[in-house]
């Protein structure tokens, strides 16, 4: 056996173990910055149908709602407790909630998703639901803690905004 360590071996071995190492510190630094753990609400402040906006990730707008049944990716005692970027999938306006029909509407396109069913879009031009961020409840506080993977995919995407799931 020849263990005779060539220059082009060394060369090679280098720069493969450089290259993960940087990609290990670039994708551990960027997840975290990306979708940090924010505190949203308390469960004892949330309604039914009454939805509690807040920033996330960063200074991206998202919603909090109870849709008052058990739901997919739904936290809380019902599991029906859900949150979602309000930015339409069609052109990055801003949705509003409809407690009324109990859906998501832009008022730019008339996109209209569900949020009963993962943030479906149900009509209008849109094609895509609106991300889902992943919730987290500890002690009946309720922590927006990542951004939903997306069909299989391990990363969830706002408007534009790729958002590594922590």
């Not at 930015?87 to 998703?113: E, R, T, W």
């Amino acid at each position: 056996m020849d263990t005779k360590l060539t220059r082009r071996k060394f060369m090679q071995t280098g720069a493969v173990v450089t290259a993960e190492a940087v990609a290990e510190v670039v994708a551990g630094d960027m997840s975290k910055a990306a979708t940090p753990h924010k505190k949203i609400a308390s469960l004892s402040e949330i309604k039914a149908w009454s939805g509690v906006a807040f920033l996330y990730p960063e200074s991206q707008p998202a919603m909090l709602v109870d849709v008052g049944k058990q739901v997919p990716g739904g936290v809380g005692p019902q599991r029906s407790i859900v949150a979602f970027s309000t930015l339409c999938q069609h052109m990055g306006c801003p949705v509003a909630l409809d407690a009324a029909d109990q859906k998501f509407v832009c008022p730019c396109h008339n996109s209209i998703y569900d949020p009963a069913r993962e943030g479906m879009a149900i009509a209008g031009p849109a094609i895509e639901g609106l991300p889902m961020i992943a919730l987290k409840v500890e002690n009946n506080e309720i922590y927006a803690v990542g951004m939903t993977p997306v069909k299989g995919i391990s990363s969830g995407l706002v408007y534009g905004l790729a958002c590594d799931k922590t």
